[in-house]
């Protein structure tokens, strides 16, 4: 029954076959968004204990330390500065300077007797009678309100309007409230205000630390040890309870800078956005500690955060998503090439991208398949002749794959010059090559498979240039011819099976029908499959693949809803249960990368009609991850529901800084947490890219911390990145750029 059922949809879609997909698509425009990035400089245990970091309207840059004044230098995204000992202003350097702060846009110091400056030709030069002040903030017309924590004095020329004290407080910062010429003052466990010489006490509490008010004007916000308190100016009260569900609670520091309020912690700094989020800066990618010890305002839109290790300016840039990736491709070919492949940059000291070395990977030719499907969808989309030298370049690297191992048709994992074994990736599956110069790597995987198809099928489609479309074709044939040959395994050069390439009947069905591993084998085998014969039109291919969805189930295999995934049986073989024992996201990699070849290349309409389902099956599943390559792939299928707004926010909020920085976020409140499940889903809404851990697609996007190494790797925006954009690009749902 089940072959006159197959063979019947068959017919139907030959009969379909011309039918078209006329859905519309949503399209993302490709407008300019801000794009935030650090440029981070690093302090020296000389430099003394870091206390405040201001700019002036001239965009320059000082820091007060227990040591003097510094000033940043040499510093610039992915190049790390230093702080530097300000000799600018000479006679400075013998003032005993107790604060810095910024009035009316120019630098204003506080030292033991006089409240000065190098603005308005010197003139300011008020002298106070609190030796050991601190603290102080400029008010209207030159008036300035200092304290030593104790006492208060309000200064104009020189002269004490007002003197006074907390009342058995201690003062730990000021403002100046211009538009109501009021100075608010906040003690440890009060918050008054200074109105002329008329000092109200306003509010009680406890544990405060740092304070702001909002540029409007209607609110403060005052930071304590265990979260922060939102205060309305007009009806003088507070606004709902202490809020504690932060990134973290312990407040070090308060700035309102445009539309946001900014928060240093003892762990990170965030900032609390219009829409009641926050952005979280945590790690060597945005500060050189999480320690906290000041935020302002910085040059051209950007924020000071002074941590106990340096500075770190949290720079924001507008650019379009064609500029990001702009970006990117300068990053892949200036430090991630490897003897053509797509390679990470390793054993880097603490982010210096100028050290370190290119590193083979078990999956050099899946990560460069990736990449050069991107490249190959920038030609489509641009004709860039420097996109086609790429794809060039990379197909190199991969047909070497299949010529420098001696066993016919099989593609190798990575090759490298000979004598250097020892210092590989897994040493043990190297190979020495027929040229004593070179060495290559066995045990290749179906994850390398389904990429080489991907690739040499986009590529045969995609490219004009005849030699490499006719390589890319001979390729295909060659892995593909390899595979039937051997009834459906990858053999190495000991004549075996690899562990992991294997799409036979035998193995595949031996498995319960709720493992992964047989809905995924079947799928990408079909694919592999229609690709070849769509290519080569060699009918042995469309045999093939007919017999095995027919005969062998691999259509009903494939097209099993997602749901049913799961754990093994407890009969179940050891096999089945280890391959099952949590959602595997290499698997969702493969999924998609095939999806290419299984939908584009179908046999007919039915059983395109039939993968789209299966395709858009697996996507409702994967939605909480807001993955761009997934929504992408999935958007091929010619749907108009595949999460664009998601593919884009993953693409605007994927850091250009891709280093493997040591981040942490299980600490945080502002997220809701999951129990353990089988996806491994550990929040109920994913964190955007540049506050998690940098990773492949084939990482599960949930997760939270990376430990250990800090800073010794970067990663290829190749394949993480460029590989949906500009797939994204050639479908249509991203535009051109428009400014």
Request: charged share 25%; glycine share 8%.
């Amino acid at each position: 029954m089940r072959s006159t059922t197959f063979l019947l949809l068959c017919c139907l879609g030959l009969f379909l076959s011309c039918s078209k997909n006329t859905t519309t698509q949503p399209v993302y425009e490709d407008v300019p968004f801000w794009q935030d990035y650090s440029v981070k400089y690093y302090s020296e245990p000389t430099n003394g204990t870091l206390l405040s970091a201001f700019s002036d309207r001239n965009g320059v840059v000082k820091i007060l330390s227990s040591a003097g004044l510094f000033q940043p230098y040499d510093g610039q995204f992915l190049y790390h500065g230093k702080l530097q000992a300000d000799g600018t202003y000479r006679p400075l350097k013998d003032k005993k300077i107790a604060a810095l702060g910024v009035y009316e846009n120019q630098f204003v110091f506080l030292d033991d007797k006089t409240v000065l400056s190098n603005a308005w030709a010197g003139k300011l030069f008020s002298k106070h009678a609190l030796p050991a002040s601190r603290i102080f903030a400029g008010g209207k017309a030159f008036t300035f309100l200092v304290s030593d924590g104790k006492s208060l004095q309000l200064l104009k020329d020189s002269t004490s309007l007002w003197k006074g004290d907390l009342g058995g407080d201690e003062v730990v910062s000021i403002r100046y409230q211009a538009d109501a010429n009021v100075f608010w003052i906040l003690g440890k466990k009060s918050l008054h205000t200074l109105s002329g010489t008329q000092l109200t006490n306003a509010f009680q509490g406890a544990a405060f630390t740092a304070f702001d008010i909002t540029d409007d004007g209607k609110k403060l916000f005052i930071g304590t040890t265990d979260g922060y308190i939102e205060w309305d100016i007009a009806t003088k009260k507070q606004v709902g309870e202490i809020r504690k569900k932060l990134p973290w609670t312990e407040i070090t520091a308060v700035d309102a800078i445009g539309d946001k309020v900014w928060f240093g912690t003892t762990n990170g700094a965030f900032a609390l956005r219009a829409d009641g989020k926050f952005d979280y800066y945590n790690g060597e990618r945005w500060l050189p500690s999480n320690s906290v010890v000041h935020i302002a305002e910085g040059p051209k839109k950007s924020v000071l955060v002074l941590t106990t290790a340096g500075l770190g300016q949290i720079c924001f840039k507008q650019m379009t998503l064609e500029e990001k990736a702009m970006y990117y491709e300068e990053q892949v070919r200036s430090r991630h090439i490897r003897n053509g492949f797509n390679a990470s940059l390793d054993n880097m000291e603490k982010g210096n991208i100028a050290s370190g070395y290119l590193a083979d990977s078990d999956n050099d030719g899946l990560w460069t398949s990736m990449y050069l499907g991107g490249e190959i969808f920038r030609y489509a989309v641009t004709k860039d002749q420097d996109a086609l030298q790429n794809c060039r370049e990379a197909l190199d690297a991969m047909e070497r794959l299949y010529t420098i191992n001696p066993v016919p048709g099989f593609p190798s994992r990575s090759f490298e010059r000979s004598g250097y074994i020892s210092q590989l990736a897994d040493p043990e599956r190297w190979q020495h090559a027929a040229d004593p110069e070179w060495d290559w790597k066995a045990t290749t995987s179906s994850d390398e498979a389904v990429g080489h198809i991907f690739a040499f099928g986009a590529m045969a489609e995609l490219i004009d240039d005849p030699d490499m479309k006719s390589r890319a074709i001979t390729l295909i044939d060659t892995l593909m011819g390899h595979i039937v040959k051997n009834n459906y395994y990858l053999i190495d050069y000991d004549g075996k099976p690899t562990t992991w390439g294997r799409w036979s009947p035998e193995y595949v069905n031996a498995m319960p029908k709720n493992v992964g591993d047989r809905k995924i084998t079947s799928s990408n085998i079909t694919a592999m499959l229609q690709t070849a014969y769509h290519f080569t039109k060699k009918e042995i291919y469309k045999e093939k693949a007919l017999e095995l969805m027919q005969k062998h189930g691999y259509l009903e295999n494939l097209m099993r809803p997602m749901k049913e995934i799961g754990p093994a049986p407890g009969e179940a073989d050891d096999l089945s249960k280890l391959l099952s024992d949590g959602w595997n996201h290499s698997d969702d990699e493969m999924y998609f990368v095939s999806y290419w070849g299984l939908y584009r290349y179908a046999f007919n309409d039915t059983l395109k009609a039939k993968y789209k389902e299966a395709i858009i099956d697996h996507w409702q599943i994967e939605r909480p991850e807001k993955e761009g390559a997934w929504n992408i792939f999935t958007a091929l299928t010619g749907t108009s529901e595949f999460d664009l707004n998601e593919a884009a926010w993953y693409l605007r909020e994927h850091p250009l800084d891709l280093i493997d920085w040591a981040i942490s976020n299980s600490h945080r409140k502002d997220v809701e947490k999951l129990a353990p499940n089988f996806r491994n889903q550990t929040l109920k809404e994913v964190l955007p890219p540049d506050e998690r851990p940098v990773q492949r697609h084939n990482g599960n996007m949930f997760h939270l911390d990376r430990t250990g190494s800090n800073g010794t790797s970067e990663h290829s925006a190749g394949d993480i990145w460029l590989l949906p954009y500009w797939m994204g690009r050639y479908l249509n749902v991203i535009s051109a750029p428009k400014k």
